[in-house]
């Protein structure tokens, strides 16, 4: 590590610290980002990190903020169909998508380090709630416009986000493919919503590639 580090102003110092802290979270999760981690990263002395970043807790926190918040502008881009069936079954569909392995794994830390970080958990809470106000806005439009039954879409809101982390925490474990938590997901779903076995799926691109799929 060099003995001095190149001087920059401090809001690029800051911003050099979050994308540090941004890329060593999806690459490893949030259990690495750490003073040292980050300080070796972007190439300087640990304490110049902590000079800028007083609270580790509060980095890791926002860190997790901003990847899951831009999980959810993609997401919400994807929910922008004409029919609100088709939106839930392509936006369910995509949460399971193993391309999004390294989201999985900082939302998976994050509960467990939420433990002992109150500025975390208080993040993941937040965020949380925004998850299940958008998807229940997902569930609300298709209730409005007579497409499926839903009585309580906050509530099937939060159970079906909770099938989505159970699913995804498995598949860090390789237990299943993606195509078949998604069958069992939508399924479920289609149950939930009182839909026809099927309805969902068929909405989906690949839906030809899930294991039990309709014709």
Known sequence: MPSTATRRSAPERIAQITAAARSLALEAGLGAVTLRAVATEIGVAPALVAHYVPSMDVLVADTF??????ELAEVEQISRRDSAAS???????????DRRAEVTLVWVQSWSLGRRSEALAASVRDQMDTWRTFLAGVLDRGARAGEF???????????????????????????????????????????????????????????????????
Request: hydrophobic residues 55%.
């Open 65 to 70: 903020a901003a990847i899951v918040g831009e």
């Open 87 to 97: 939106a839930l079954a392509a936006v369910l569909a995509s949460l399971l998508d």
């Open 149 to 215: 039954r839903c009585d309580e879409p906050a509530a099937i809101a939060g159970q079906i986000l909770g099938m989505v982390d159970g699913l995804n925490a498995h598949s860090l474990v390789g237990w299943q493919d993606a195509s078949e938590r998604t069958h069992l997901l939508l399924r479920s779903v289609e149950a939930m919503l009182e839909l026809p076995p099927g309805r969902l799926i068929a909405l989906i691109p690949d839906a030809a590639d899930l294991p039990g799929a309709l014709a």
